[in-house]
Nanobody, 126 residues
């Protein structure tokens, strides 16, 4: 099991940018896909973005495509989410996740994913 710690959340205005980071540690760090989910008040958790181990394959939710960029630095065991042109509907708790498998598990609520961070709050005001 990996330990994941998110940072970088905060309060911003619509149109602003924010970068989230997720640092990982554990007994093994090889062959793990990583990504982000979010959960707004009163709504189910939803997929945001994911990246495979090498960084060669990336998935984005349609709602964030063109605005958010996921990247990873394996030397630092860290994954990032650069969020641009933020909208009030992006307001949510953002969760970092990690899992050996990459593919369809990175969708919906991500209930099959093994490792989760505690979340970081992103609030976008109008």
């Amino acid at each position: 099991q990996l330990q994941l710690v998110e940072s970088g959340g905060g309060l911003v205005q619509a149109g602003d940018s924010l970068t989230l980071s997720c640092a990982a540690s554990g007994r093994t760090l090889s062959n793990y896909a990583k990504g982000w989910f979010r959960q707004a008040p009163g709504k189910e958790r939803e997929f945001v973005a994911a990246i495979n181990w090498s960084g060669s394959v990336i998935y984005y939710a349609d709602s964030v495509k063109g605005r958010f960029t996921i990247s990873r630095d394996n030397a630092k065991n860290t994954v990032y989410l650069q969020m641009n042109s933020l909208k009030p509907e992006d307001t949510a708790v953002y969760y970092c996740a990690a899992n050996p498998a990459f593919g369809s598990i990175w969708s919906g609520s991500g209930h099959g994913i093994g490792d989760w961070g505690q979340g970081t709050q992103v609030t976008v005001s109008s």
